[in-house]
T-cell receptor
Framework: AQKITQTQPGMFVQEKEAVTLDCTYD???????LFWYKQPSSGEMIFLIY??????QNATEGRYSLNFQKARKSANLVISASQLGDSAMYFC?????????????FGTGTSLTVIP | GAVVSQHPSWVICKSGTSVKIECRSL??????MFWYRQFPKQSLMLMAT?????????EQGVEKDKFLINHASLTLSTLTVTSAHPEDSSFYIC??????????????FGDGTRLSIL
């Protein structure tokens, strides 16, 4: 089974609107972390936001927020007030356990296009 | 934030050449480094995990003799693509983490290397 599933290969959003990018995960570990990265066409991986399995509050970082539903094993990224510069690939990732040396499992990504 | 430098950004070379890619953590001690390969419009594929001073752990299907990884110091890991062929052309990207970091520490990525073998 896939550890991370992103079911939206491509998404379009109007500038200044909000958009939700879906991510579901599969793990039997009690301790895990969920991460979202943005990858522009230039290729670099930009860390956006983190949610820990024990966090009771949804994570927020500026225009990014994470809709964490632990029982459903989902960690959807919400981007508010979309900007043209948000057009990029977005990857959801999970690290099992608390050891930061553990590997990341990445989803297949969602390509977001912001329309002016 | 933590900075990881990857060099070179672009490489174009002839078939049969060996190519070395460097990944440096500039402001923290990277006890673990990860090497990924990414094809266009696809996700990152983990090639290997290297811990400082130890042999790298390769993922299934990744040729150890083709992709040599060295992690001799806490700030530098290298990936050498030996006798590269056109099918090795890809985007290679490294990331680093500090094993004693807290669980919320992300992997810090280099900017990647685009390798083209003619």
């Amino acid at each position: 089974a896939q550890k991370i599933t992103q079911t939206q290969p491509g998404m379009f959003v109007q500038e200044k609107e909000a958009v939700t990018l879906d991510c579901t995960y599969d793990t039997s570990d009690q301790s895990y972390g969920l991460f979202w990265y943005k990858q522009p066409s230039s290729g670099e991986m930009i860390f956006l936001i983190y949610q820990g399995s024990y966090d009771e509050q949804n994570a927020t970082e500026g225009r990014y927020s994470l809709n964490f539903q632990k029982a459903r094993k989902s960690a959807n990224l919400v981007i508010s007030a979309s900007q043209l510069g948000d057009s990029a690939m977005y990857f959801c990732a999970m690290r099992e356990g608390l050891n930061t040396g553990n590997q990341f499992y990445f989803g297949t990504g969602t390509s977001l296009t912001v329309i002016p | 934030g933590a900075v990881v430098s990857q060099h070179p950004s672009w490489v174009i070379c002839k078939s049969g050449t060996s190519v070395k890619i460097e990944c440096r953590s500039l402001d923290f001690q990277a006890t673990t480094m990860f090497w990924y390969r990414q094809f266009p419009k696809q996700s990152l594929m983990l090639m290997a995990t290297s811990n400082e001073g130890s042999k790298a752990t390769y993922e299934q299907g990744v040729e150890k003799d083709k992709f040599l990884i060295n992690h001799a110091s806490l700030t530098l890991s290298t990936l050498t693509v030996t006798s590269a062929h056109p099918e090795d052309s890809s985007f290679y990207i490294c990331s680093a983490s500090w094993a004693r970091g807290m669980g919320n520490q992300p992997q810090h990525f280099g900017d990647g290397t685009r390798l083209s073998i003619l």
